[in-house]
C-alpha cells in the first residue's frame, strides 16, 4: 500500500503525486443550501444601494444574476465573499448565511474567501508564470513540496479544459495567452485553492464567441462540484446555463426563480418587460 500524507484536502502519495480529497466542510449534499440571504440591505454611504433582498442558493447549481447595468446585481455577488468590506462607507445589514454560519460573525474572512472564489470581468493573471499563477494560492495555503504543487496546478488545469493547451507552456508568461486562455487560466487558479463556489462576474463579456462557449461548457460540467452564481447582461446565456435566475431591478430583487419557468412564464410584469428587450 502506499504511504500517503494528508495536506490542505490533498492526499500526497509516495510518489509526490497530489489527488483531491474532499473535507468534511464540503461534504454537501447537491440540493441543500449553499447561501441564505435573508432581508438583506447595502448602502454606500447614503446610497441604498440593495433593498431588502432575500433568497437562497443551493449546491451544485448555477444561478444567473441579471439585469439593467446599475442594478446591484455585483454589488450583490461581491456581497457574498465580502468582498464589499474594501470599500468605504458601504454598510450591510440584514442576514448572509454560508453553509449555514453567518459570514461576518462566525466565518473567518480569509477562509471564507478561500472557498468563496471569484472570477472577474477581465481576465486578470498574474505577471508570472502560468505554473505559478495556478501554484499562487497552494502556495499561500503553506504547500512547498514541487511533487504536490505539479499536482495541483495539472489537477487545476484540466478542470479548467487548459491543460492539453498549456501543459508544454507551463514556464511561460500567462499574460501570451489569449484573452480566452486567461479566463480559463483564472478559473483553474480559482479552482487550486479548493472552493465550494464560484462567484463570476460577466466572465465572458470581453471575450469573442468561441471563448465564451468554452467558459459556458465548462461552468456546466464545473457545477457536478462547485456551486457557481453568474452575473450576465446575456439574456442567452442565462438561459443557456443557469438552473435559477435572479433578476434585479433599481437595487431591488423582483424575481427569483427556475430558469426555465422564469423565461417562459415570469410572475412579475416587469421581468417581462425585461427579458423580451423592452428596457435595459
Not at 472570477?119 to 504547500?143: C, D, H, M, W
Not at 511561460?172 to 462576474?201: F, K
Amino acid at each position: 500500500m502506499a504511504l500517503t500524507t494528508t495536506t490542505y484536502g490533498y492526499t500526497k502519495e509516495r510518489s509526490g503525486e497530489a489527488r483531491p480529497v474532499s473535507p468534511d466542510i464540503a461534504a454537501v449534499e447537491p440540493g441543500s443550501l449553499t447561501f441564505e440571504i435573508n432581508h438583506m440591505d447595502l448602502f454606500y454611504g447614503d446610497h441604498h444601494a440593495l433593498k431588502d433582498v432575500s433568497m437562497d442558493i443551493r449546491t451544485h447549481e448555477i444561478t444567473a444574476l441579471i439585469g439593467p447595468s446599475g442594478c446591484g446585481k455585483s454589488t450583490f455577488l461581491k456581497s457574498l465573499n465580502r468582498r464589499n468590506d474594501l470599500v468605504e462607507n458601504c454598510r450591510i445589514t440584514g442576514d448572509i448565511r454560508f453553509e449555514g454560519k453567518d459570514i461576518f460573525r462566525e466565518v473567518d474572512l480569509l477562509a471564507l474567501r478561500t472557498r468563496v472564489g471569484m472570477v472577474f470581468q477581465q481576465p486578470t493573471p498574474f505577471p508570472k508564470s502560468i505554473f505559478e499563477n495556478v501554484a499562487y494560492g497552494p502556495r499561500l495555503q503553506g504547500i512547498s513540496h514541487k511533487g504536490e504543487l505539479a499536482g495541483i496546478v495539472e489537477q487545476s488545469l484540466r478542470q479548467a479544459a487548459c491543460w492539453d493547451e498549456m501543459k508544454d507552456r507551463l514556464n511561460q508568461s500567462a499574460l501570451g495567452l489569449s484573452g480566452g486562455q486567461q479566463q480559463r487560466l483564472c478559473i483553474a487558479r480559482t479552482l487550486a485553492a479548493r472552493p465550494s463556489v464560484i462567484l463570476m462576474d460577466e466572465p465572458t463579456s470581453a471575450l469573442d464567441p468561441i471563448s465564451t462557449q468554452k467558459i459556458e461548457d465548462l461552468a456546466l460540467e464545473l457545477k457536478e462540484k462547485y456551486t457557481i452564481i453568474i452575473v450576465t447582461h446575456n439574456m442567452q446565456q442565462a438561459k443557456r446555463i443557469s438552473d435559477k435566475t435572479a433578476f434585479f431591478l433599481l437595487g431591488e430583487l423582483i424575481e427569483f426563480d427556475d430558469t426555465v419557468k422564469m423565461f417562459t412564464d415570469p410572475s412579475n410584469p416587469k421581468t417581462e418587460e425585461y427579458i423580451t428587450g423592452r428596457f435595459g
